[in-house]
């Protein structure tokens, strides 16, 4: 068995498609690619038992997917006092960025 392996040079992991999602009548643009290292550290810190801990990751998480000019928009968005976004959206919001990320599809395929 070989102890060397050339991982490449760190080109895209494919063809680069926009990744945006919709909350309250306001379209979000997100970063078409995203370091590995940044879904790691949110699986990692998000478990975590302090909850503080995990709800900073969150918000972290948002600041390095999100392009500069909507994350100041989702940032506005968060604090208005009449459109609400809930925790649990937040979390869908999350969960599904992270599977597209991953590259996961979000549904299982339907076997035929």
């Excluded at 498609?17 to 643009?29: A, L, N, Y």
């Excluded at 918000?59 to 925790?87: A, C, G």
Aim: glycine share 6%.
């Amino acid at each position: 068995m070989t102890k060397y392996r050339d991982f490449g040079s760190g080109k895209s992991t494919g063809e680069k498609e926009p990744v945006t999602f919709k909350i309250h009548g306001e379209e979000f643009s997100c970063r078409e690619e995203l370091q590995g290292k940044t879904l790691l550290d949110l699986v990692a810190r998000s478990s975590a038992e302090d909850p503080a801990e995990a709800a900073k990751t969150i918000s972290s998480f948002f600041e390095s997917v999100l392009l500069e000019e909507s994350y100041k928009r989702f940032n506005t968005l968060l604090t208005h006092p009449d459109k609400i976004v809930s925790v649990e959206t937040l979390a869908e919001i999350s969960g599904w960025l992270v599977e597209v990320y991953a590259g996961r599809p979000e549904e299982e395929p339907k076997v035929s």
